[in-house]
C-alpha cells in the first residue's frame, strides 16, 4: 500500500521556519522525483519545489528560491521542505507528491496535505 505521509506543518508568525516532511512508504522512493506543492484557499494547485530521484538536482518556484530548500534522504524514504523567511502568502496546504515515468508507464502518489499557516 502506497503512503505519503506529511507532517511538521503548523502555525507560525511571519518571518519564521518550518521544516516539512514527507515519509513515503509502498514503493520504491529511491526511483522518484519527489516534490511539494501548494494549494492556498481559492487558488489553484502550485508547484513549490522538486528534487530529483538521487537528490542531485532541485528546482524551485521562483517565489520560493532563496528561502525554501528541498532534501532527501533515500535511506529513511523521507523528503523534506525547509522553509525560511515565512510570509503570510505562503499559507496554504503543502503536499507532497512521488512521479516516476519510464517508457510505457506512469506513477504519481500525493499526499494528504499538511497546513502551514502564516500569520501574526
Known amino acids: 500500500q502506497v503512503q505519503l505521509v506529511e507532517s511538521g506543518g503548523g502555525l507560525v508568525q511571519p518571518g519564521g521556519s518550518l521544516r516539512l516532511s514527507c515519509a513515503a512508504s509502498?514503493?520504491?522512493?529511491?526511483?522518484?522525483?519527489m516534490s511539494w506543492h501548494r494549494q492556498a484557499p481559492g487558488k489553484e494547485r502550485e508547484l513549490v519545489a522538486a528534487?530529483?530521484?538521487?537528490?542531485?538536482?532541485?528546482n524551485y518556484a521562483d517565489s520560493m528560491k532563496g528561502r525554501f530548500t528541498i532534501s532527501r534522504d533515500n535511506a529513511k524514504n523521507t523528503v523534506y521542505l525547509q522553509m525560511n523567511s515565512l510570509k503570510p502568502e505562503d499559507t496554504a496546504v503543502y503536499y507532497c507528491?512521488?512521479?516516476?515515468?519510464?517508457?510505457?508507464?506512469?506513477?504519481?502518489?500525493w499526499g494528504q496535505g499538511t497546513q502551514v499557516t502564516v500569520s501574526s
Open positions: 528534487i530529483a530521484s538521487t537528490g542531485g538536482s532541485t
Open positions: 507528491n512521488a512521479h516516476w515515468v519510464t517508457r510505457g508507464y506512469e506513477s504519481d502518489y
Open positions: 509502498g514503493f520504491t522512493f529511491s526511483r522518484y522525483t
